[in-house]
């Protein structure tokens, strides 16, 4: 895949991304392999709306240097290191979706729903916490979602890899399906129902806090 | 003022701005408050009250939130943006009427290291007004009981952000609750995302 290539898939994709509500404004990051050593990756803190081709930038996963007009994203140790570790991944997406970052916020890992593990395999990890761009949060995000399909970042996101980016793009939506279907389930196993509406929900929760 | 009738629009069709609440903002140093009971959807500059100091502003007209939005725009000289959002799980916070703290980074970042929540009587209270605009310090939302959120920023874009994260916020607090419970992040480390994001921003801003 050339440069180009590569640089209009990211923008395509961080059209899309804001679109199917996965992130707001700047937040989230995408990116797409070129080559063994380089990927085309978001930059940091400018809205998706507005990127063109010439603002992606490439970065080289090696020695970390980039080109292009803007700074790559924060996370962009994050995509390297994932990048890094398997020559398959060519697509990698980091979202701050709804029910991902509830599942995120609880630091769980969960077994994934018979309905989406053609798409994310048995069970979706929980990466450590760690500040965004530390570290600590490069790594643990990293080792959770090697040789699979998807991870939680602790009280931050999710991430997801694919061999294509519309993969990556099924995987996220998945992802949230199956994180709604679970945090459903819990619901109802805790307090014995067999229905769930916002009110219902909403009615549990206030009388279970307000005793 | 056109731009600002439109975003306010905008937002009430989105369905952040909470169904007969009121909106306000600042331009030129001048307030603008929606009248009590306005179409949110369908506003006009005359649903608009024009907050000048020889005003003579009726009661009749005078949304409930109109002190409150006055008394912030007074104490928060960058505020220039005010709305009251009451979104599924915002809403729901509200009525357990406490303070909401970060399980979730960009809350930290965005809306501050915690969201403080008022009773309902504050619309008429002077004092507390006054108690309710300095647990806003540092913040950009305020949960009121069984009303909502009253969210700001500089432009109705912040406030509609403050009001987008802290409603996925509350959600996360709530629904994480069903998974054995969620963490929150330490105040320390909310404080310093906080600070980050506001140089970060306020750089950009500049650029």
Known sequence: ?211 | MKDAVNEIRKLAEKGVLAENSAAAFRKDGVCYVTVRNADLKNLTETDLIVVRDDSDVSPDVMPKEYFLYLAIFEIFPKVSAIIRTSTESIRTASIVNRKVRPMLDDMAQIVGVSVRSVDEDVFENAQKIVKATSAMKDRTALLIQNNGAVCVGATFDDAEVSAVVFEKACKTVIESSFLGGGRYINPIECWLMHLVYKLKYSKQAKK
Request: aromatic share 6%; proline share 3%; glycine share 6%.
């Open chain 1, 1 to 211: 895949m050339t440069a180009e290539e590569a640089r209009k898939i990211v923008v395509d994709a961080g059209i899309r991304l804001v679109g199917e509500g996965l992130v707001a404004r700047t937040w989230g990051n995408i990116s797409q392999r070129i080559d063994e050593k380089h990927i085309a990756i978001t930059p940091s803190g400018r809205p998706y709306e507005l990127l063109t081709a010439e603002d992606i930038a490439i970065l080289n996963i090696e020695d970390m240097s980039w080109e292009g007009r803007y700074k790559p994203s924060g996370e962009r140790k994050l995509h390297a290191a994932i990048y890094a570790d398997d020559i398959n991944v060519k697509a990698v997406i980091h979202t701050h979706q709804t029910n991902a970052s509830v599942c995120a916020a609880a630091r769980k890992s969960i077994a994934v729903p018979e309905t989406y593990r053609s798409l994310l395999g048995d069970e979706v990890l929980c990466a450590p916490y760690g500040l965004p761009g530390s570290k600590k949060l490069t790594k643990g995000s990293a080792a959770a979602v090697k040789g699979r399909a998807a991870a939680f970042m602790a009280n931050h996101g999710a991430v997801c890899i694919a061999a294509t980016m519309e993969q990556a793009f099924e995987r996220a939506a998945a992802l949230e399906k199956a994180c709604e279907e679970v945090i459903r389930e819990a619901f109802c196993r805790l307090y014995d129902v067999r229905e769930w509406s916002p009110e219902i929900l909403r009615e549990y929760y206030v009388k279970d806090q307000c005793v």
